[in-house]
T-cell receptor, first 115, second 110 residues
Framework: EPEVTQTPSHQVTQMGQEVILRCVPI?????FYWYRQILGQKVEFLVS????????KSEIFDDQFSVERPDGSNFTLKIRSTKLEDSAMYFC?????????????FGPGTRLTVL | EDQVTQSPEALRLQEGESSSLNCSYT??????LFWYRQDPGKGPEFLFT???AGEEKEKERLKATLTKKESFLHITAPKPEDSATYLC???????????FGKGTSLLVTP
């Protein structure tokens, strides 16, 4: 069964460093998303991406964050200058069509630890 | 602003003891309500989508129902492998984002 994959599974970085989290969405899906989950808190939406453009972003997704689809299979989230409060699980998701009724399938996550 | 509230926060059941999890929501035009299962340290795993009041979906020991204000996830005769956090999320008219509740942590003991 097709699935979303994410690398690395765990990333440790120093405050102020740049990190790139990588995702391979399900191959025939056209809409891609990033969410985060701070330990003990709910899953929070960051950004959605379609046709090489951001289609929606939350207030969490400030200028420190960026997303890119560098090739036909990868989807990346970059955090330019990490802060302690960026420590969280980051989940990539994808959906076939992106409509409000379309199911988003999630990857296993990358645990980001900022020291 | 859309709100999703799940209760209880945690639930402990004996194997075979049926129960229900609640998800109440306030959204500006519900387009879909989603149930996911999340195991520790893993990503949410899709279970069900419900679109309109009165709709029901079933999968093995799980049954999800929807009214105009809340959804229930009924677990019939649970087994220890059903232990997980169950997440409810809504999709409203406001865009692509899923708005999640905090989840119900279910523990089923033998």
């Amino acid at each position: 069964e097709p699935e979303v994959t994410q690398t690395p599974s765990h990333q440790v970085t120093q405050m102020g460093q740049e990190v790139i989290l990588r995702c391979v969405p399900i191959s025939n899906h056209l809409y891609f998303y990033w969410y985060r989950q701070i330990l003990g808190q709910k899953v929070e939406f960051l950004v959605s991406f379609y046709n090489n453009e951001i289609s929606e972003k939350s207030e969490i997704f400030d200028d420190q964050f960026s997303v890119e689809r560098p090739d036909g299979s990868n989807f990346t989230l970059k955090i330019r200058s990490t802060k302690l409060e960026d420590s969280a699980m980051y989940f990539c998701a994808s959906s076939e069509r992106g409509g409000a009724t379309d199911t988003q399938y999630f990857g296993p996550g990358t645990r980001l630890t900022v020291l | 602003e859309d709100q999703v509230t799940q209760s209880p926060e945690a639930l402990r059941l004996q194997e075979g003891e049926s129960s229900s999890l609640n998800c109440s929501y306030t959204v500006s035009g519900l387009r879909g309500l989603f149930w996911y299962r999340q195991d520790p340290g893993k990503g949410p795993e899709f279970l069900f989508t419900l679109y309109s009041a009165g709709e029901e979906k079933e999968k093995e020991r799980l049954k999800a129902t929807l009214t105009k204000k809340e959804s229930f996830l009924h677990i019939t005769a649970p087994k220890p492998e059903d232990s997980a956090t169950y997440l409810c999320a809504v999709h409203s008219n406001s865009g692509y984002a899923l708005n999640f509740g905090k989840g119900t942590s279910l523990l089923v003991t033998p």
